[in-house]
T-cell receptor, first 113, second 115 residues
Framework: GENVEQHPSTLSVQEGDSAVIKCTYSDSASNYFPWYKQELGKGPQLIIDIRSNVGEKKDQRIAVTLNKTAKHFSLHITETQPEDSAVYFC????????????FGDGTTLTVKP | EAGVAQSPRYKIIEKRQSVAFWCNPI?????LYWYQQILGQGPKLLIQ????????DSQLPKDRFSAERLKGVDSTLKIQPAKLEDSAVYLCASRSAGEANYGYTFGSGTRLTVV
């Protein structure tokens, strides 16, 4: 089955700096890669996603990149703010698994004011 | 649109007791998932439903866990008997059947503590 590894497990940045979280996946059939943000006491919330036919996608301060050949994808947050502090999860999904997503173990991002 | 509703929010039970969790997905969402999230880890799939049928329950510990989705709407997840290692947050998520590549909408989860 699919295996997703996520790094780093913790990340601390100064407000205004950039943050990068990286994930690798094992199953070349995976074709959809969502990113979720989980705040304390809440369920994960989808913040951005990327499909395998696209190399990069941007939404305001967040962007995702995908390298299918190397089977890795990354989340980039620019101009970080204290409210970006949360746990971020990457996931890999493919249609032949009926849309089942396999998650990484998360990155705890702390943005210091 | 209303989100995914889960109850209870918290539950504390003794080992060997039984417990049940309830999930009401977003209206019209045909696909429903139960995930287990142990502290410090990512969510792990327990079971996936398409309408009221099971699509994948390969990771469900069937000797103690059971789940159903009668009428293809609400779902319940049961643990009987509970073990200490079942302490986790149980997340329910749903998505529309037509959104094969879309992300999930998660509920807030039920935090289970087994003592």
């Amino acid at each position: 089955g699919e295996n997703v590894e996520q790094h780093p497990s913790t990340l601390s940045v100064q407000e205004g700096d950039s943050a990068v979280i990286k994930c690798t996946y094992s199953d070349s059939a995976s074709n959809y890669f969502p990113w979720y943000k989980q705040e304390l006491g809440k369920g994960p919330q989808l913040i951005i996603d990327i499909r395998s036919n696209v190399g990069e996608k941007k939404d305001q301060r967040i962007a995702v990149t995908l390298n299918k050949t190397a089977k890795h994808f990354s989340l980039h947050i620019t101009e970080t703010q204290p409210e970006d502090s949360a746990v971020y999860f990457c996931a890999a999904t493919h249609n032949t698994n009926a849309g089942k997503s396999t998650f990484g173990d998360g990155t705890t991002l702390t943005v210091k004011p | 649109e209303a989100g995914v509703a889960q109850s209870p929010r918290y539950k504390i039970i003794e080992k060997r007791q039984s417990v049940a969790f309830w999930c009401n997905p977003i209206s019209g969402h045909a696909t429903l998932y139960w995930y287990q999230q142990i502290l410090g880890q990512g969510p792990k799939l327990l079971i996936q439903f398409q309408n009221n049928g099971v699509v994948d329950d390969s990771q469900l510990p069937k000797d103690r866990f059971s789940a159903e989705r009668l009428k293809g709407v609400d779902s319940t997840l049961k643990i009987q008997p509970a073990k200490l290692e079942d302490s986790a947050v149980y997340l329910c998520a749903s998505r529309s059947a037509g959104e094969a590549n879309y992300g999930y909408t998660f509920g807030s989860g039920t935090r289970l503590t087994v003592v």
